[in-house]
């Protein structure tokens, strides 16, 4: 695991401190599962099964929904049952009881009638065909990013349009002050008209990554975790935190920081129902091993207003360069920097543009938007665009040439060659699930 990594999720998990409580739609919960939380009543708590409690899944989003009074959580899942324990005793911890159900099958909560909406924090690779399965069973959907391509990511919008569900892709930096303010500053004309957004990311996996097959885990249901991916032997590298740095379930640094920095880039440009129209660059990539998505990259994006968005790999960081001056920063949540100076102390007036934000971070949006029934402030379509950027840097390394995209609708005007790689056959029998 990278430092950058330890250091991110360290950071959130000390950033998760301050909620609040507020009035939640009705639902049911037995009376015995008030708990200690037993200060909001039964009938006015959102109900959550936790599918995917690793890491992250646990440290921030089962702790995040732990602290807020009108949440209640009922059941955790996970293929590997170290993993769901922890998450179990957890729960326990906060509510002072043992009714917490726990599940390998995350069709088990899905089937759930008790249940409002739960959390995906699996691996890439599961994230759309989980959710859509989540809508269609009546759940509202906060999910983990990013997508694995273009095409599911289109059908997950669909789908949530179609059975009118509310859906939160889940990233905090739309929440963090420093990346809100400079998106607002920028979006409100402060550094005139922009012409160059750039953006830096971590680079990929250090190592190649061991191939060799080993025993599967005691306990671990190994061929769920691949789900629809195509069969692998089994290998420590592959899974849990190393899944990142391998197409068959992610799109390295790329799609994983980038669904956090690459957001910023479109919502300070104003572009978050589209994206660029070209894409080019390099990439560098381990030739042996276990490993295959780029460790190192340079690429350049085109808008079809002149706007260039440049990504390295790196230090994280966001930058916007317009015509009367920049602002940026360089670190994950660093302290703004802008020149001229004058730009950080600029008021936004009532009658300018006030982007969206939840201070108290993306499960608290997610619980508001569940009771009000309005959009999430990183809804399905934001989202998908968003991802779409990285996938396009992606296809543009592997085939190593200059790649025309349509927006609208979704496709390379120059290869039909880049246009088979905008989705994925799914294994039998999960192919079904998003479908």
Same mark, same amino acid.
């Given at each position: 695991m990278s430092k950058r990594?330890?250091?991110?999720?360290?950071?959130?998990?000390?950033?998760?401190?301050?909620?609040?409580?507020?009035i939640a739609l009705p639902s049911v919960v037995r009376s015995s599962a008030l708990g200690k939380a037993g200060d909001v009543a039964a009938s006015e708590r959102i109900t959550l099964g936790m599918i995917g409690t690793g890491g992250h899944g646990r440290d921030v989003n089962l702790r995040s929904f732990l602290s807020h009074r009108d949440a209640q959580v009922i059941a955790v899942c996970d293929v590997d049952p170290t993993q769901s324990q922890i998450a179990r005793q957890m729960v326990a911890k906060q509510y002072g009881n043992q009714d917490c159900a726990v599940y390998r099958d995350f069709r088990e909560v899905l089937a759930r009638s008790d249940i409002d909406a739960?959390?995906?924090?699996t691996p890439d690779h599961w994230h759309v065909p989980i959710a859509i399965a989540a809508a269609r069973a009546g759940k509202d959907v906060e999910c983990e990013k990013p997508t694995l391509t273009i095409e599911e990511g289109r059908r997950l919008v669909e789908t949530m349009k179609r059975y009118h569900r509310v859906f939160q892709w889940s990233t905090e930096d739309r929440s963090v002050d420093v990346y809100h303010r400079m998106c607002?500053?920028?979006?409100? &004309?402060? =550094? +005139?008209?922009?012409h160059t957004i750039k953006v830096g990311l971590p680079s990929g996996p250090a190592e190649a990554g061991d191939p060799t097959p080993m025993p599967v885990p005691e306990g671990f249901d190994y061929d769920m975790w691949l789900g629809p991916a195509p069969w692998a032997p089994y290998t420590k590298g592959r899974c849990h935190w190393n899944f990142r740095w391998i197409f068959d379930y992610s799109g390295g640094m790329l799609t994983d920081w980038g669904a956090h920095l690459l957001d910023g880039a479109q919502w300070g440009n104003d572009t978050e129902q589209t994206g660029p129209v070209a894409v080019e660059g390099q990439g560098v990539f381990w030739r042996d091993g276990l490993y295959n998505t780029a460790k190192d990259f340079h690429l350049e994006y085109t808008y079809a207003k002149g706007v260039k968005l440049i990504v390295d790999s790196g230090?994280?960081?966001?930058?916007?360069?317009?015509?009367? &001056?920049? =602002? +940026?920063?360089?670190?994950?949540?660093?302290?703004?920097?802008?020149?001229?100076?004058?730009i950080l102390g600029s008021v936004i007036g009532a009658n300018e543009t006030h982007l969206t934000t939840c201070r108290q971070g993306e499960q608290r949006n997610f619980l508001d938007c569940v009771k009000s029934r309005q959009e999430c402030y990183f809804p399905p379509e934001i989202g998908h665009r968003c991802f779409t950027i990285a996938h396009l840097g992606n296809v543009a390394m592997l085939l190593g040439k200059k790649l025309q995209w349509d927006p609208q609708a979704e496709r390379f005007t120059n290869s039909e060659e880049a246009n088979r790689m905008l989705g994925r056959a799914g294994r039998s029998p999960w192919s079904a699930v998003c479908s």
């Open positions: 990594h330890l250091t991110r999720r360290g950071f959130l998990r000390q950033a998760i401190a301050t909620t609040s409580a507020g739960v959390m995906i924090s607002e500053l920028v979006r409100n &004309g402060r =550094i +005139g008209k922009v230090t994280p960081s966001l930058r916007f360069e317009g015509s009367e &001056g920049w =602002i +940026g920063n360089h670190g994950w949540r660093a302290k703004l920097q802008a020149e001229p100076a004058s």
